[in-house]
Nanobody, 128 residues
Framework: VQLQASGGGLVQFGGSLRLSCAAS????????MGWFRQAPGKEREFVAG????????NYADSVKGRFTIYRDNAKNTVYLQMNSLKPEDTAVYYC??????????????????????WGQGTQVTVSS
């Protein structure tokens, strides 16, 4: 599966952005999906994840209550709605797909090593 992330940009403190991750090559419903981010000089970190059906999601503590991950399997796209953005949210954001995930999973993978396919990243910059 190929992933194409988009929607990044420059936004002021407190603003909102919606990131999109479009899949091609295979149907997105076969994969659990995640968003990660990497700031300069830092390791890639988990932001949010969603199960294959969209019924289960998980968030990093730093974004809980501000970010929402959701998917539209009919459109082969997963989204990350980001509200109340802060300068510390500045990073390159990556979407990732995890294969071999059962439909009824009760856990969202949070380690980059657990994901098998990656998009190219989209830059999000939040000014203070």
């Amino acid at each position: 599966v190929q992933l194409q992330a988009s929607g990044g940009g420059l936004v002021q403190f407190g603003g909102s952005l919606r990131l999109s991750c479009a899949a091609s090559g295979r149907t997105l419903s076969a994969y659990a999906m995640g968003w990660f981010r990497q700031a300069p000089g830092k390791e890639r970190e988990f932001v949010a994840g969603v199960s294959r059906s969209g019924s289960l999601s998980n968030y990093a503590d730093s974004v809980k209550g501000r970010f929402t991950i959701y998917r539209d399997n009919a459109k082969n796209t997963v989204y990350l709605q980001m509200n109340s953005l802060k300068p510390e949210d500045t990073a390159v954001y990556y979407c990732a797909a995890r294969g071999r995930e059962i439909l009824t999973t009760t856990r969202i993978a949070t380690s980059p090593d657990e994901y098998h396919y990656w998009g190219q990243g989209t830059q999000v910059t939040v000014s203070s």
